[in-house]
């Protein structure tokens, strides 16, 4: 098992047409950017305030809202597979579903 240094790190989190940047600043702060196909940072970032959760080691629930975008994101980050999940709701009532993979940037 590999032990997750998240924060002061940078990870790719790649759900096929959409990925992202983020960057862990600390427990309560990350800042995620828009990549484009090529994996370089391009269009929307946001920082935001974050609230973690480990649920075993290595795998965390990763919770936020952007009032700007009207959207609530939770993520469940999972460090020893490389994998990721998210749920987001959006301004006008869509939920979203993905997974992908998360590996650092």
Do not use: C
């Not at 990870?11 to 600043?25: E, I, S, T, Y």
């Not at 920082?47 to 994101?73: C, D, K, Q």
Request: proline content about 4%; hydrophobic content about 40%; cysteine-free.
């Amino acid at each position: 098992m590999k032990t997750a240094n998240v924060i002061g790190n940078s990870f790719k989190v790649d759900f096929g047409q959409l990925a992202f940047r983020l960057d862990f600043h600390s427990e309560t702060r990350m800042t995620w950017q828009a990549l484009n196909a090529h994996g370089q940072p391009e269009g929307q970032d946001m920082t935001v305030t974050i609230h973690r959760t480990e649920v075993r080691p290595n795998v965390f629930m990763v919770y936020w809202s952007e009032p700007a975008l009207g959207a609530t994101v939770v993520h469940v980050q999972d460090f020893d597979n490389d994998k990721v999940w998210t749920n987001i709701t959006t301004k006008d009532g869509q939920f979203i579903n993905l997974a992908g993979t998360l590996t650092p940037y």
